[in-house]
């Protein structure tokens, strides 16, 4: 067995996990940013997602900020409602105002917290961060398994199938037995969560690091986010590289470097902060909101 990361191992032998062992990071990234940084991680091991009541949480944390300088976020999770994505971008740019946030992923800030980092005049990631596509998923239970499906996926594989029942020259039977098992009220709140989920986007990318851009030249530049047709599934992660490519402003951080050393360390406590302790947290140097794990679990 390998050498544990000295990080990770000095985490886990301390008694306590509390924000006072996070204090000292917060204030010595505030000096390496030279703007205070706030925290929002969600579990990926928790049944919790990004929701409309984490922008009061935030905005409970910057009320309490001198962001005279603008402000850094560092964020993980999963993703969630991107309605609730779009309140916290404008929670954020309101409180940083004309000196804008910066969004730090430290590692993986899908879905809609990809769509919280779009907001941002700038997005600072190491050589292994990911972010994700933005398209929506769905939740399903059939006989009693719960699954989980592309919104664009569905439509698109309705779609499909509808065509090919109007080209059918021959037996529609097998067609209209699998078309039944499709609502057509469903497809159309599908369409719906997809053009929202692109709007959000596009709007968000076009009032701060794609400003002065038409609305479809964004949707061509950022086609690998709007869908996991690219990607080839909703979870696969796209890299700097990748995000640059797309249009984004993505700063390359050396994880070498004593800003990403201090990041990683911030990363690995509030991580297992999350995923031992509590479901959510958001949280500055001076003060730490926190949401207990789900009951049942």
């Given at each position: 067995m390998?050498?544990?990361?000295?990080?990770?191992?000095?985490?886990?032998?301390?008694?306590?996990?509390?924000?006072?062992?996070?204090?000292?990071?917060?204030?010595?990234?505030?000096?390496?940013?030279?703007?205070?940084?706030?925290?929002?991680?969600?579990?990926?091991?928790?049944?919790?997602?990004?929701?409309?009541?984490?922008?009061?949480?935030?905005?409970?944390?910057?009320?309490?900020?001198?962001?005279?300088?603008?402000?850094?976020?560092?964020?993980?999770?999963?993703?969630?409602?991107?309605?609730?994505?779009?309140?916290?971008?404008?929670?954020?740019?309101?409180?940083?105002?004309?000196?804008?946030?910066?969004?730090?992923?430290?590692?993986?800030?899908?879905?809609?917290?990809?769509?919280?980092?779009?907001?941002?005049?700038?997005?600072?990631?190491?050589?292994?961060?990911?972010?994700?596509?933005?398209?929506?998923?769905?939740?399903?239970?059939?006989?009693?398994?719960?699954?989980?499906?592309?919104?664009?996926n569905v439509v698109k594989s309705y779609e499909d199938l509808f065509a090919r029942a109007v080209n059918e020259k021959g037996n529609l039977q097998p067609y209209l037995q699998q078309l039944a098992n499709y609502d057509a009220r469903e497809i159309r709140e599908m369409e719906a969560a997809i053009a929202l989920s692109e709007d959000i986007a596009i709007r968000t990318l076009g009032t701060r690091m794609m400003k002065g851009l038409a609305e479809t030249e964004i949707k061509k530049k950022i086609g690998v986010f709007l869908s996991s047709e690219a990607t080839k599934t909703h979870g696969r992660p796209i890299y700097r590289d990748q995000a640059t490519d797309a249009g984004l402003i993505i700063e390359h951080v050396d994880v070498t470097s004593d800003l990403w050393q201090a990041v990683y360390e911030l990363y690995i406590r509030l991580n297992y902060y999350v995923t031992n302790k509590v479901s959510k947290v958001v949280e500055s140097e001076a003060h730490s909101f926190a949401a207990g794990i789900p009951k049942g679990n």
């Open positions: 390998g050498d544990v990361d000295p990080v990770i191992n000095r985490v886990l032998n301390e008694e306590g996990q509390g924000h006072e062992t996070r204090t000292l990071l917060y204030t010595r990234l505030k000096d390496l940013l030279g703007r205070p940084l706030v925290s929002f991680f969600t579990s990926f091991s928790q049944p919790v997602a990004i929701e409309d009541a984490d922008a009061d949480m935030l905005e409970g944390v910057l009320q309490k900020l001198d962001l005279s300088n603008g402000l850094a976020l560092m964020i993980s999770s999963p993703g969630g409602d991107g309605l609730a994505a779009e309140r916290i971008v404008n929670v954020l740019r309101a409180y940083s105002g004309t000196n804008e946030y910066s969004a730090v992923v430290p590692g993986k800030a899908k879905s809609a917290a990809t769509m919280v980092s779009f907001g941002a005049s700038k997005v600072l990631m190491g050589a292994t961060s990911e972010l994700g596509p933005v398209d929506p998923q769905l939740t399903m239970v059939e006989n009693q398994q719960t699954k989980r499906f592309s919104a664009h």
